[in-house]
T-cell receptor, first 111, second 115 residues
Framework: GESVGLHLPTLSVQEGDNSIINCAYSNSASDYFIWYKQESGKGPQFIIDIRSNMDKRQGQRVTVLLNKTVKHLSLQIAATQPGDSAVYFCAERGYGQNFVFGPGTRLSVLP | DTGVSQNPRHKITKRGQNVTFRCDPISEHNRLYWYRQTLGQGPEFLTYFQNEAQLEKSRLLSDRFSAERPKGSFSTLEIQRTEQGDSAMYLC???WGPGSTDTQYFGPGTRLTVL
């Protein structure tokens, strides 16, 4: 069945460095992808999204890259800050409005 | 606060009891989603409403689970005869559609503990 997974369960980066969080998906029919940030005790927070007809989308300090050939999604965070420490999830929309989330990557920002 | 709200925030119940959770979406949003999240995992889709119509339901959703959105505004999720495996965080999200994108705004969740 369709699935979304992450290559790295944990990621530690130095404050000020760039972070890259990766995600693999299996449903080639997925047309829309979202990255979420979840802090402890809170619901997921929308970060950025991308449609399948795009390769790249930029937001404030964040960039999402989509490689449909290898079914890979990445989130790049520039100049990582302590406030970026959280769990990051990618999600794909495969069929209808059924969004499939990956297991998450924990990002730890070191001082 | 004009975000998505959920009540209660925490619920402890004994196995076999029924529980009901409420979600109040952002007022202008016509789409509403329910997800379940267990520790260390990503949210798992349960069901989706557009206005008052329940358009999608996860195949994994037990018959003990039922959701309603009677007036297209708030929604309730009921779990009958709770089991210990139902212990999880139940998340609600809302968005506006139709559209090719779907920016979902999540509530803080209701944490259910079944003893």
């Amino acid at each position: 069945g369709e699935s979304v997974g992450l290559h790295l369960p944990t990621l530690s980066v130095q404050e000020g460095d760039n972070s890259i969080i990766n995600c693999a998906y299996s449903n080639s029919a997925s047309d829309y992808f979202i990255w979420y940030k979840q802090e402890s005790g809170k619901g997921p927070q929308f970060i950025i999204d991308i449609r399948s007809n795009m390769d790249k989308r930029q937001g404030q300090r964040v960039t999402v890259l989509l490689n449909k050939t290898v079914k890979h999604l990445s989130l790049q965070i520039a100049a990582t800050q302590p406030g970026d420490s959280a769990v990051y999830f990618c999600a794909e929309r495969g069929y209808g409005q059924n969004f499939v989330f990956g297991p998450g990557t924990r990002l730890s920002v070191l001082p | 606060d004009t975000g998505v709200s959920q009540n209660p925030r925490h619920k402890i119940t004994k196995r076999g009891q029924n529980v009901t959770f409420r979600c109040d979406p952002i007022s202008e949003h016509n789409r509403l989603y329910w997800y379940r999240q267990t520790l260390g995992q990503g949210p798992e889709f349960l069901t989706y409403f557009q206005n008052e119509a329940q358009l999608e339901k996860s195949r994994l959703l037990s018959d003990r689970f039922s959701a309603e959105r009677p007036k297209g505004s708030f929604s309730t999720l009921e779990i009958q005869r709770t089991e210990q495996g139902d212990s999880a965080m139940y998340l609600c999200a809302s968005s506006w559609g139709p559209g090719s994108t779907d920016t979902q705004y999540f509530g803080p969740g209701t944490r259910l503990t079944v003893l």
